[in-house]
């Protein structure tokens, strides 16, 4: 008898079509989330879970899934997901790192260079003729790029990719991480610094670390007031990581020039939230990795995790190895 997998979203096809060959794939073919009620009813008799960031995997949804074995999440981060239990029941729970570093890098780069340039203030300048001069010297001035200081947060494999393009405008470079990469350091020239110095130095600050409890409203109003008036902030890892009052306040303020935000405390964010109303910050709705060729990787990493743990071998991007000593993985022909 076939495993049955659970997919709460529409997903790229060629993650349907992994686990249609190995799996019974009950397959919720839209592109919303589900509602909670109609999630907890759905995963009760599964043996594996396909999931995205927007689903919350707690101890209430573990425990109605009485048969799960494993939860696959097309993500790279996993807060969603109660790992301490899951790992406790014997679940195992597989993700997506690495496949999207270089589209999210590019598109923190987007979002920099938007801000900087007030890009998005421009285009709605001629689409709502208001360009009513062919040139003026002193029209939506912005912030050079090149040459200034850029400050990494979180020097994973995105925080990386961010500062190895920075090479390219010939940026100073300065990064904080929970674990000092000399190795990085050597490589690009780039300098080991407090968040405390990066704020106060950077002209341009992108956050790359994970949502935790002690990453939560890591950059607030007191953070925010060391910056420069004239630095840019980026985010393109997880909104909680900044208050976004604080936020608000500040560039509505003058404490920094800018932001680019591909992620929300809430999302979606209401239409009406008061950040929406400035003119010197750039939106985009959480698409940082939204490229065909890394969506599609995503969606068939995410099912290759599962049909790997169901078929009982070890999967190469296990957020919780020590589920094993839990669960020992078993060889199963899945017919």
């Not at 997998?5 to 592109?31: A, F, M, N, Q, S």
Request: charged content about 30%; hydrophobic content about 40%; glycine content about 6%.
């Amino acid at each position: 008898m076939k495993p049955v997998v659970y997919v709460t979203r529409k997903i790229p096809e060629v993650g349907i079509k992994l686990l249609k060959e190995c799996c019974e794939v009950r397959y919720r073919d839209e592109v919303p989330p589900p509602s909670r009620e109609e999630l907890l009813e759905a995963v009760k008799d599964v043996d594996a879970i396909y999931c995205t960031l927007n689903e919350k995997m707690d101890k209430e949804l573990i425990d109605k899934a009485e048969k799960l074995r494993v939860i696959g999440t097309m993500s790279v981060g996993f807060d969603h997901i109660d790992l301490e239990y899951a790992t406790s029941k014997g679940i195992y729970v597989v993700h997506t790192p690495g496949v999207l570093t270089e589209t999210v890098a590019d598109h923190t780069w987007a979002l920099m260079m938007a801000a900087a340039r007030r890009v998005v203030e421009a285009d709605n300048m001629i689409r709502k003729g208001e360009w009513t001069v062919p040139w003026a010297p002193t029209m939506l001035l912005g912030h050079d790029i090149y040459g200034k200081v850029l400050g990494v947060i979180g020097l994973g494999r995105i925080g990386y990719a961010v500062a190895k393009r920075a090479k390219g405008f010939n940026m100073k470079i300065l990064y904080y991480d929970v674990y000092r990469r000399e190795d990085a350091e050597k490589e690009l020239g780039i300098e080991y610094a407090s968040i405390e110095r990066i704020l106060k130095e950077a002209d341009f600050v992108t956050v790359h670390v994970p949502l935790t409890p002690k990453t939560r409203g890591l950059i607030g109003e007191k953070e925010l007031k060391i910056m420069k008036k004239t630095a840019v902030l980026v985010n393109t890892a997880r909104g909680p990581v900044i208050d976004q009052k604080a936020l608000t306040k500040a560039l509505q303020e003058g404490w920094i020039a800018a932001a680019g935000l591909d992620v929300f405390e809430k999302e979606p964010i209401d239409p009406d939230d008061p950040l929406l109303k400035l003119k010197n910050v750039v939106v985009t709705p959480h698409i940082a990795s939204a490229s065909h060729d890394t969506r599609n990787k995503m969606a068939e990493m995410a099912a290759e995790g599962i049909i790997k743990v169901l078929r009982g071998e070890k999967p190469d991007n296990l957020c919780n190895p020590e589920v094993i000593n839990v669960r020992p993985l078993e060889k199963v022909k899945m017919i």
